[in-house]
């Protein structure tokens, strides 16, 4: 069984201006132990979905449908009590921003302690004890001294260490990470994932890496869903997902990265900008941006399918297998995810 | 930290000389007929003509408020035993033109009115403003936070002399509940009645009329605090460990949002100790606010001097107070 089980998930938005389909069907698993990157552009839906398996969106003007099996067990149907119960303690979270996601008024050590109070009976002694033990581990240097300081005593970096602590504290099977290195700058990125795939190591937490930065899956993920207006366009171990990219979307995103070898003037980018949730496009939501459109894809909104040959690859649009395979060969060619 | 205090106090002194400076010059720009209220009416030429050398009101203003400054801060040393140990300013204010009575006396006996008065009505309006701020904060859109902005519109347009006159008329007269004037010792029984059970009846009407405009505001500023840190990503942080919703509310969103509250509390007080001029009106309180109004009615200067000065040395005092509390309960500013 796997450790996380999410199917034809979808979170609805009530707003003034009509239901915003934040998540509109999505489906994925994450075993134990594993890593799932999920990427997309900013909107796509990343976050959201995390959000309603932590059971964290407002309660009021959100619909929410589907399955999210943690252990077998029903988030979404979870009442707030049994939630609270998960949350913290088998499942726990980490924020894009470090520099607010600490309370300012409060000691690190004082929050770390409040982690652990809240999930085990233990005094306030152990549960210090625990929080340096976890300080120590994510790299924070004196974390014994250092646990009585303020969270604007640290820097970006250093905050970012202390949210994983906080969310390791309790041993959780899984761990989700939202854009975890977003906000810093790139030495510091490097450190922090490489702190998250150490750490899994050593906790052997299942983590969840939602970002929109293709090299930190590649670095670190098994498993890769892509995601385009809150629907998934392509889903594949990681490894096939950058040899074998099958959705157009995906070429867009490899083809938009930055390349060292060539003397470009500026970015390759995905022409367009992404569809308004609140009114999608038919069809295929990617079709106004996508240059292999279509008549078909302008009607039918391709569904989320196995390719031919491999079954633990999926995508979902209407182009023909021969076509794709060919221009990923050529795409692949030309850019950097060669290297990767 | 000390060389913070050092710039704050040298402010203050600055602050302090402007504000007295101009509150002088104002009242020597009014015009008025001191010296027909100080020798009496149909006194003589001549009578007035020692009455203003007396009072010395025929010397240049400058020379005035240079004897006033003097004899406020001219050093006295202070004697433990019969050893002088350090040196405190004088802190005369004069005598008050029109009855001789010493300011320093008038001010000592006006200043606990005022400051029952403002304290009592501090924790009046915190009482109401707290939990309707934080409940309409919590729910948004409903009856209550609709019920609540209401209240906050009306207590904010009402006039306190409105709200104090109809309180004394409902409250006071019709229904006989509460007594309408006049104001109990808290100590002793001077002038007919006191203690606190007498001191606390007296001043519950003028409390709640001085409380309602401060309750109004109040609430409507932690209501907009609570709203915005609810929305803050540390909030989002303590929800994701798992914490119950009363945990988050006390501990990360309350802690936050009431920091500037704090703030507004110092100035707020500090400009009532200054008294609270239609309050103490209505319900005849013999308070700061009622002797400054006599005394400028009566331009009776060295009155309006004592209470500007006293006005002043609360602001200042409690705006420090303010910034040390402020320091000890927010770690960025303790340690910066």
Redesign the interface.
């Known amino acids: 069984m796997a450790l996380l089980e999410v199917n034809d998930l979808k979170t609805y938005f009530q707003t003034d201006d009509g239901i915003v389909k934040a998540v509109d069907g999505v489906s994925f698993s994450v075993e134990k132990g594993k890593t799932l990157g999920i990427v997309g552009e900013s909107g796509s839906g990343k976050s959201v979905t995390c959000l309603t398996i932590?059971g964290?969106n407002d309660r009021k003007n959100t619909i929410t449908s589907g399955e999210a099996l943690f252990n077998g067990e029903n988030l979404l149907t979870a009442g707030s009590r049994r939630l609270?119960?998960?949350?913290?303690?088998d499942m726990?979270?980490i924020?894009q921003?470090p520099m607010?996601?600490?309370?300012?008024?409060?000691?690190i050590g004082t929050q770390l302690i409040?982690?652990v109070q809240?999930?085990r009976d233990v005094s306030k002694k152990a549960a210090r004890a625990r929080a340096v033990e976890l300080l120590k581990a994510v790299g924070i240097p004196r974390a014994e001294r250092r646990a009585d300081d303020?969270p604007?005593?640290f820097s970006g970096g250093m905050r970012q260490r202390v949210?994983i602590a906080?969310a390791l504290v309790n041993d959780p099977d899984l761990l989700i990470a939202d854009e975890p290195t977003t906000a810093l700058d790139v030495t510091t990125q490097a450190q922090i994932m490489l702190l998250l795939t150490n750490l899994q190591e050593e906790f052997g937490s299942a983590i969840i890496v939602i970002t929109h930065d293709l090299g930190v899956v590649a670095e670190s993920a098994d498993d890769v869903l892509v995601m385009y207006a809150a629907e998934v366009a392509e889903q594949a171990p990681v490894e096939k997902l950058f040899r074998r990219p099958f959705h157009p979307y995906t070429w867009g995103l490899l083809g938009s990265l930055p390349r060292l070898d060539t003397d470009l003037e500026r970015l390759v980018q995905i022409p367009g900008q992404p569809p308004s949730l609140l009114r999608p496009p038919n069809g295929c939501r990617f079709h106004p941006r996508c240059p292999y459109v279509m008549d078909k894809c302008k009607q039918i909104d391709p569904p989320l399918v196995p390719i031919s040959d491999d079954p633990a690859h999926l995508q979902a649009c209407h182009l023909d297998e021969t076509t794709k395979d060919r221009e990923a060969a050529k795409l692949l060619e030309t850019t950097m995810a060669q290297a990767i | 930290m000390i060389r913070y205090l050092i710039r704050r106090v040298l402010w203050a002194i600055v602050l302090f000389v402007v504000v007295t400076l101009v509150t002088y010059v104002i009242f020597f720009l009014v015009p008025n007929d001191l010296a027909a209220k100080v020798a009496g009416q149909g006194s003589s030429q001549e009578a007035r003509a020692r009455a203003i050398h007396h009072l010395g009101l025929d010397r240049p203003v400058y020379v005035q408020y240079g004897k006033f400054m003097w004899a406020l801060v001219k050093p006295v040393p202070v004697h433990v035993g019969s050893v002088p140990v350090f040196v405190r300013p004088q802190g005369n204010l004069g005598y008050s033109y029109i009855r001789a009575t010493p300011v320093n006396e008038l001010i000592k006996s006006a200043a606990p009115v005022t400051g029952s008065l403002v304290f009592g009505g501090v924790i009046v309006w915190l009482l109401i403003a707290l939990p309707i701020g934080i409940l309409s904060a919590l729910r948004p859109r409903s009856v209550m936070d609709r019920a609540s902005m209401t209240f906050v519109l009306v207590g904010i347009s009402a006039h306190p002399i409105w709200i104090g006159l109809i309180f004394a008329y409902v409250f006071g007269f019709r229904l006989g509940w509460f007594p309408i004037s006049n104001y109990c010792n808290f100590f002793n029984h001077a002038g007919g009645c006191g203690g606190p059970v007498q001191w606390a009846y007296h001043l519950i009407l003028p409390w709640i009329t001085y409380a309602i405009l401060f309750a109004a505001l109040y609430a409507r500023m932690i209501r907009a605090n609570v709203m915005e840190a609810m929305t803050?990503?540390?909030v989002?942080?303590?929800?994701?460990?798992?914490?119950?919703e009363q945990r988050v509310l006390r501990?990360?969103v309350l802690?936050?949002a009431l920091?500037p509250v704090v703030t507004m509390l110092g100035m707020d007080i500090g400009v009532g100790l200054g008294g609270a001029v239609f309050t103490e009106t209505i319900y005849n309180l013999p308070g700061l606010g009622k002797l400054i109004l006599r005394a400028i009615g009566e331009t009776d200067l060295p009155i309006v001097m004592g209470v500007v000065v006293f006005a002043t040395f609360a602001i200042i005092v409690f705006n420090l107070i303010i910034d040390l509390l402020y320091a000890w309960?927010?770690?960025?500013i303790r340690?910066?």
């Open positions: 932590m964290l609270r119960e998960i949350r913290g303690n726990a979270m924020f921003d607010t996601s600490l309370n300012p008024v409060h000691s409040e982690a809240l999930h303020y604007h005593q949210m906080m | 803050e990503d540390y989002r942080t303590a929800r994701a460990k798992g914490a119950p501990s990360h802690r936050n920091l309960i927010d770690p960025r340690l910066s």
